[in-house]
Each structure stands twice: as C-alpha cells, then as structure tokens.
C-alpha cells in the first residue's frame, strides 16, 4: 500500500511540475515569442482571442497524441511536416465553416487563419515532448500549453478590445477615451510585454532556480557546430536541454558533445611505441645504422601524412570546411582572451 501511494505521489509530483515548466516557467506567448504573430494581429477583440485559444489548442492536443502515438521511430527531417499536415487537416474544415457561418470572423482572420496550419508552435512542442514521452505526458503538456496560451490570448484580446474600440464582446461601454493604437499590432506587443515582465518576475521571486531566460540561450546550437554539420543534421539534436520531467538540467549537462571523425592516423612504428612501454626497443648496432633507420620512418611517415591528407582533400566537403572554420575562429577567440587575462594580470 504505501509502495503505490509513494508511486502515486511521484507520479501526481512529476506531472505538476510538468504543467508547471510547460505554462509558466516555459510560457510559449510571453517567454518562448513562439505563435506571437496571429496574437498580436488577430486578437484585438475579446471574440477573434477566444476563437484563435481554441484552435490552437485543438490543433495542439492532436498532433502531440499523434507525434507521441505514432512518430516517435519516424526521422525529424520527416516528423516536422506530418506536424504541419496535421495542423492543415485540422484548420481547413474550420476555415470552410468560419467563411459559410460567420464570414466576418473570418474577415478578421484574413491571411492568418490558413497560416495557423504551419503554426511553430506545434513543431516547438511535439520535438520537445511527444516523441520523447507516453501519450499521457504528451497530452498533459499540450493541455498545459493550450491553458496558458489561451489565457495570455484572451486577456490579450480582452485589454485591447476595452481601450482601443470601448467595447466588451460588442457591447458598447461608453467610456470617454479610447486608445485605437491598442488594436494595432504596436498595441498587442505592448500588452504582451508588459504581461511578460510581471510572469518573469513571478517566476524570479517564486522560482529563483529556474531561469525563464534558459528559452533564448542559443549556446547549445553554437558548441553543436563545432561537430560534424552532417552529424548534426542525421542525430537527434534537443536543443531545449529537457531531462524527463520536462525540467531543464544543469549547464554542465546542456553542452552537447558532436566529435568530429577523426582520420585514420598512420600506425605507429616500433620506436613510438617503445616510448610508451608496448615494445622493447631494440638497441642498434651502430649509431649510423640507427640514424639511417631513423630518415627511413621519417621519410614513410610524411609520404604516409601526404597521401592521406590528398584522400581527406578529396573526400571532405564544403560542411568540413565551414566546421573548420567554425574550430579555427574558437581557436582565435580562445587566444585573445588568453592575451587579455596575461595583459590585465601583467598591468
């Protein structure tokens, strides 16, 4: 009994903490600006903001169960358009009944309406958790997800819809001031970023150690370049550093390691390895045969480098040099800051 109230407990724990990182630590609108342009264009009437929630959320829960369902053993150059095919099967049927039933509605979506098909926040979210978790997992963060994007959306469309028309769901208020800039595009990222800095600072008192700022730390994806570029586009790459509580791990685990494929080196001759204890190194006869011995693996070691590094040549790409280049100006940076630590101790 304790045993499954302890497993109970864990799992009830796990997934508030999941909901937690997910709505608030990791709110899409204001800390991730993921899906921010149908928000600040669309939703400057409390109507347009609670029909965009919905959809979002509909489009959200089906494809993340479905991602987490059936796409897990699928590659990711294949993964992310089933993403948007999904959203395009789902937004369409919806844009069809919008344009016969409520065409004004759908005046007021224009272009954005079809978009929401491709919207960025579903690619963001099945990568980051459905084809890495149970269906469970999958459906309780995109359920999160929509919860809070939604309500940043309709306090969005709500505020704006207030100070810029003087109205509430199209009931007039008669309020002697309206501010018409509010229903410009200006006006909802005026909302949007004042809600973010109260949600940051939220989080800074209630969570100190949880970094809302970890959304737009691109160190991952630059160290991930010193490898392989073709590694990189064939490996699984989690570029939002997540253990599997959906909680971001420490900075010395978020480095993600890419070794580049190192060339066959040339063997090593007996001397080399005599240096490191593998053979006993003959003693020669002579110093002169010794000296002769010595040019002679000289001599076949550097044709040996030469050959090889015409095969490298012949086989590397514009990916190994753009890598190259990528290690050389580290190699730099390195150096100068180096030269600037010696010159401030030697001051």
Same mark, same amino acid.
């Given at each position: 009994?304790?045993?499954?109230?302890?497993?109970?407990?864990?799992?009830?724990?796990?997934?508030?903490?999941?909901?937690?990182?997910?709505?608030?630590?990791?709110?899409?609108?204001?800390?991730? $600006?993921? %899906?921010?342009?149908?928000? @600040?264009?669309?939703?400057?009437?409390?109507?347009?903001?609670?029909?965009?929630? &919905?959809?979002?959320?509909?489009?959200?829960?089906?494809?993340?169960?479905?991602?987490?369902?059936?796409?897990?053993? @699928?590659?990711?150059?294949?993964? +992310?358009?089933?993403?948007?095919?999904?959203?395009?099967?789902?937004?369409?049927?919806?844009?069809?009944?919008? #344009?016969?039933?409520?065409?004004?509605?759908? &005046?007021?979506?224009?272009?954005?309406?079809?978009?929401?098909?491709?919207?960025?926040?579903?690619?963001?979210?099945?990568?980051? @958790? $459905?084809?890495?978790?149970? @269906?469970?997992?999958?459906?309780?963060?995109?359920?999160? +997800?929509?919860?809070?994007? %939604?309500?940043?959306?309709?306090?969005?469309?709500?505020?704006?819809?207030?100070?810029?028309?003087?109205?509430?769901?199209?009931?007039?208020?008669?309020?002697?001031?309206?501010?018409?800039?509010?229903?410009?595009?200006?006006?909802?990222?005026? +909302?949007?970023?004042?809600?973010?800095?109260?949600?940051?600072?939220?989080?800074?008192?209630?969570?100190?150690?949880?970094?809302?700022?970890?959304?737009?730390?691109?160190?991952?994806?630059?160290?991930? &370049?010193? %490898?392989?570029?073709?590694?990189?586009?064939?490996?699984?790459?989690?570029?939002?550093?997540? %253990?599997?509580?959906?909680?971001?791990?420490?900075?010395?685990?978020?480095?993600?390691?890419?070794?580049?494929?190192? +060339?066959?080196?040339?063997?090593?001759?007996?001397?080399?390895?005599?240096?490191?204890?593998?053979?006993?190194?003959?003693?020669? #006869?002579?110093?002169?045969?010794? #000296?002769?011995?010595?040019?002679?693996?000289?001599?076949?070691?550097?044709?040996?480098?030469?050959?090889?590094?015409?095969?490298?040549?012949?086989?590397?790409?514009?990916?190994?040099?753009?890598?190259?280049?990528?290690?050389?100006?580290?190699?730099?940076?390195?150096?100068?800051?180096?030269?600037?630590?010696?010159?401030?101790?030697?001051?």
């Amino acid at each position: 009994m304790n045993e499954n109230r302890n497993k109970a407990l864990n799992e009830r724990i796990k997934n508030l903490r999941m909901i937690r990182t997910s709505a608030v630590i990791r709110n899409p609108l204001l800390l991730e $600006a993921v %899906g921010l342009c149908p928000v @600040v264009a669309i939703a400057s009437t409390l109507k347009s903001a609670v029909f965009l929630a &919905l959809v979002t959320a509909l489009e959200l829960i089906v494809c993340e169960v479905i991602a987490s369902k059936f796409l897990k053993n @699928v590659k990711r150059y294949l993964r +992310v358009p089933v993403y948007f095919l999904i959203g395009t099967v789902i937004v369409y049927p919806i844009m069809y009944l919008v #344009k016969r039933f409520v065409p004004s509605l759908s &005046l007021e979506f224009g272009v954005f309406l079809p978009l929401m098909a491709v919207n960025s926040l579903l690619a963001l979210h099945c990568e980051r @958790v $459905a084809v890495k978790r149970t @269906v469970k997992d999958s459906f309780l963060d995109a359920v999160s +997800v929509a919860v809070s994007y %939604g309500a940043v959306t309709v306090f969005a469309g709500f505020f704006r819809e207030i100070l810029g028309n003087g109205t509430l769901g199209g009931a007039d208020l008669h309020l002697p001031v309206t501010f018409s800039l509010m229903l410009t595009p200006f006006g909802g990222l005026l +909302v949007l970023g004042f809600c973010a800095a109260l949600l940051k600072a939220y989080i800074y008192k209630k969570y100190p150690q949880s970094s809302p700022d970890r959304a737009f730390n691109t160190s991952e994806v630059r160290r991930s &370049l010193h %490898g392989s570029l073709r590694e990189l586009m064939n490996d699984d790459f989690n570029p939002y550093d997540e %253990g599997e509580d959906g909680t971001a791990s420490n900075d010395a685990d978020t480095v993600i390691r890419y070794e580049r494929k190192k +060339v066959s080196k040339p063997k090593k001759t007996k001397q080399e390895k005599a240096k490191k204890g593998k053979f006993k190194q003959k003693k020669p #006869k002579t110093e002169t045969k010794n #000296k002769d011995k010595n040019k002679d693996e000289t001599t076949k070691n550097e044709k040996l480098r030469e050959t090889l590094n015409k095969i490298e040549m012949q086989e590397r790409t514009y990916l190994d040099d753009f890598s190259d280049m990528l290690t050389d100006l580290e190699n730099y940076k390195q150096k100068e800051e180096n030269s600037d630590e010696k010159g401030g101790d030697g001051e």
